[in-house]
């Protein structure tokens, strides 16, 4: 029974892990069946690892110490890496959060099959190897190709030189990470130092996410504006996301729990549309930019049809709550038509009455 319980821990409790860090993906750009895909492709590295590294020591080409120290972590960060490099390329995917919380996905995979291995492997040690290795070895994983993942991300939304030079840097530092805790739990280190070496890499993925959420706030500020309907004042919440609650709270308030994840739905994927335009000047690939017009026009889409069932009155209570709570619809109004005579849509007809509606000059006294 107690490896039942085992094998259960050391399943549920690294799955858990990856669905809390789900949640600093405040935009929500980060796709649920992706990160499924990104856990069986971690498996799958896991199962390509072994049958690999022990052929090192077959072959003669390296001792099992120096597998465990120095040629595994190189191989298993270039197999997890492998569907983040496919993931990157695609149209669908946007910035460095993503890139971190599918890397987390792809190393708790493959510390999920890893973990298996150990405990049937052990079964008089079962719940001590799952607690050691869930709070220390699957944070390594995890933390390494999340590495790895937020580099190649960087990459994608950075067409320098720089690009190669951070996904350089990304694979070294995840392959140190991993090589660094393989020699320390080789040498006999104390338990609490791994779990506080996995604890680190948690904390380390943790400050790149909110790095990467900062880069994506300043390109939604830059990139989202009228051309997607979508209003300066609106714009400053989706860039200030982590109030969406605080914004949100009234709109239950006034019109029912039902129109909260309806209003949350447009804001995010404002959010969406912000990232990949400002994507689109990175993006030199001319299929890979209408792919990404396509994915625009489609959230355009979604949120007209999340606008007509929110409704037009509780829309227009969300663009005032949207206004800092205390400002009136009619400052709103005119808000927009200040803004409408820049020769956008619905500018044209304020422009021609000014045109046309000049002051007269005072006719001289004929008398």
């Not at 006034?254 to 990949?276: C, L």
């Not at 209408?290 to 007509?308: A, C, F, H, N, Q």
Request: net charge positive; hydrophobic share 50%; proline share 3%.
């Amino acid at each position: 029974m107690m490896i039942y319980i085992a094998i259960g821990f050391a399943f549920v409790i690294p799955l858990l892990f990856l669905f809390l860090l789900n949640k600093f993906d405040l935009y929500g750009t980060g796709k649920f069946p992706v990160n499924i895909l990104t856990i069986l492709c971690g498996a799958l590295a896991y199962f390509l690892a072994a049958q690999i590294n022990p052929a090192f020591i077959q072959a003669g080409w390296a001792t099992r110490d120096q597998v465990v120290r120095i040629t595994a972590p190189i191989l298993e960060e270039f197999l997890k890496a492998l569907i983040l490099i496919y993931l990157v390329q695609r149209a669908d995917f946007n910035y460095v959060v993503d890139g971190a919380i599918y890397g987390f996905g792809a190393g708790i995979g493959f510390a999920i099959i890893e973990n298996y291995e150990y405990i049937t492997g052990h079964p008089e040690l079962a719940m001590t190897i799952a607690v050691a290795r869930v709070f220390s070895t699957n944070l390594i994983h995890a933390t390494a190709s999340g590495l790895i993942g937020t580099a190649l991300a960087y990459r994608r939304g950075e067409s320098s030189w720089r690009g190669w030079v951070v996904v350089l840097l990304g694979y070294l530092i995840a392959m140190a990470f991993h090589m660094g805790f393989n020699t320390m739990v080789s040498a006999g280190t104390f338990l609490v130092f791994a779990i506080i070496f996995g604890a680190v890499g948690v904390g380390l993925i943790w400050f790149v996410i909110k790095r990467g959420l900062n880069i994506q706030k300043n390109w939604v500020g830059e990139k989202l504006g009228m051309g997607d309907r979508v209003t300066k004042s609106e714009a400053t919440v989706v860039r200030n996301i982590e109030d969406l609650r605080e914004v949100l709270a009234p709109i239950e308030k006034q019109f029912g729990p039902a129109k909260v994840p309806i209003v949350e739905g447009i804001i995010r994927r404002q959010a969406e549309i912000g990232i990949k335009r400002k994507l689109l000047d990175t993006t030199p690939s001319e299929s890979k930019r209408s792919e990404i017009e396509k994915i625009i026009d489609t959230l355009g889409k979604e949120m007209d049809v999340l606008r007509r069932q929110a409704g037009s009155y509780c829309m227009m209570f969300v663009r005032t709550v949207y206004l800092e709570h205390d400002v009136k619809i009619w400052d709103a109004i005119n808000s927009r038509i200040a803004e409408s005579n820049t020769g956008q849509k619905g500018g044209g007809l304020y422009d021609r009455v000014t045109q046309r509606i000049k002051p007269v000059p005072p006719q001289e006294d004929k008398s």
